[in-house]
């Protein structure tokens, strides 16, 4: 099954299981790239959101026109921030940002009870190493890569390009099989 992929300078398709690394300088740019990722043949997608509470997931969706009804938004911040949690068919929280294996249970569960092409977000991996660590979060990233890639699902995996060493990078780049490259002044590049 391969999906198609609408974002400037990738690949018309990819295959199921691909995972891809958005790497950025800034977060401003992201959201159109990874609103881009969701809203071409998707018949359900998970946010997993380290960087914005729920309620700002589902603006973003609104302001670029994807469709939320598809959406599962994993929460991670309203309890750090001290926000109301109400879980609904398509909101779930974890306790706490640091909790990479409610993260993991989430996005394994979102995976076994949806069928079509499947979807997932991690915005972001640099929030992940932040509240958790750098050797706890590549250890979850490498779990989400494999659930991915047994249900035939793609993913879109966010890394702040200023925050991690060059070694913590070249880590990153080896588990992913393809690398879309938002540049400081908003073009894009792609290896794949």
Same mark, same amino acid.
């Given at each position: =099954?391969?999906?198609?992929?609408?974002?400037?300078?990738?690949?018309?398709?990819?295959?199921?299981? #691909?995972?891809?690394?958005? +790497?950025?300088?800034?977060?401003?740019? #992201?959201?159109? @790239?990874?609103?881009?990722?969701?809203? &071409?043949?998707?018949?359900?997608?998970?946010?997993?959101?380290?960087? #914005?509470?729920?309620?700002?997931?589902?603006?973003?969706?609104?302001?670029?026109?994807?469709?939320?009804?598809?959406?599962? %938004? +994993?929460?991670?911040?309203?309890?750090?921030? $001290?926000?109301?949690?109400?879980?609904?068919?398509?909101?779930?929280?974890?306790?706490?940002?640091?909790?990479?294996?409610?993260? *993991?249970?989430?996005?394994?569960?979102?995976?076994?009870?949806?069928?079509?092409?499947?979807?997932?977000? %991690?915005?972001?991996? &640099?929030? =992940?190493?932040?509240?958790?660590?750098?050797?706890? #979060?590549?250890?979850?990233?490498?779990? %989400?890569?494999? +659930? *991915?890639?047994?249900?035939?699902?793609?993913? @879109?995996?966010?890394?702040?390009?200023?925050?991690?060493?060059?070694?913590?990078?070249? $880590?990153?780049?080896?588990?992913?099989?393809? *690398? %879309?490259?938002?540049?400081g002044d908003g073009t894009?590049?792609?290896?794949?």
């Amino acid at each position: =099954m391969d999906y198609r992929l609408a974002i400037e300078n990738a690949p018309e398709t990819i295959s199921a299981g #691909t995972c891809l690394m958005l +790497l950025h300088t800034s977060t401003g740019e #992201t959201d159109r @790239l990874d609103t881009d990722f969701f809203k &071409t043949d998707t018949d359900h997608l998970f946010i997993l959101s380290t960087r #914005t509470t729920a309620r700002e997931v589902k603006q973003k969706l609104d302001h670029y026109d994807v469709d939320a009804s598809k959406a599962v %938004i +994993l929460d991670t911040l309203s309890i750090e921030r $001290g926000y109301s949690r109400r879980s609904s068919s398509n909101v779930r929280y974890v306790p706490s940002p640091e909790d990479l294996d409610g993260m *993991i249970d989430a996005i394994r569960t979102f995976l076994e009870t949806h069928d079509g092409k499947l979807r997932i977000s %991690i915005d972001s991996v &640099t929030e =992940m190493a932040y509240y958790a660590d750098e050797e706890r #979060t590549r250890d979850a990233v490498e779990q %989400i890569v494999d +659930l *991915i890639d047994a249900h035939d699902a793609v993913g @879109l995996f966010h890394v702040a390009r200023s925050v991690h060493s060059q070694d913590v990078l070249d $880590g990153y780049r080896e588990l992913f099989d393809g *690398i %879309i490259d938002l540049h400081g002044d908003g073009t894009v590049s792609c290896e794949f």
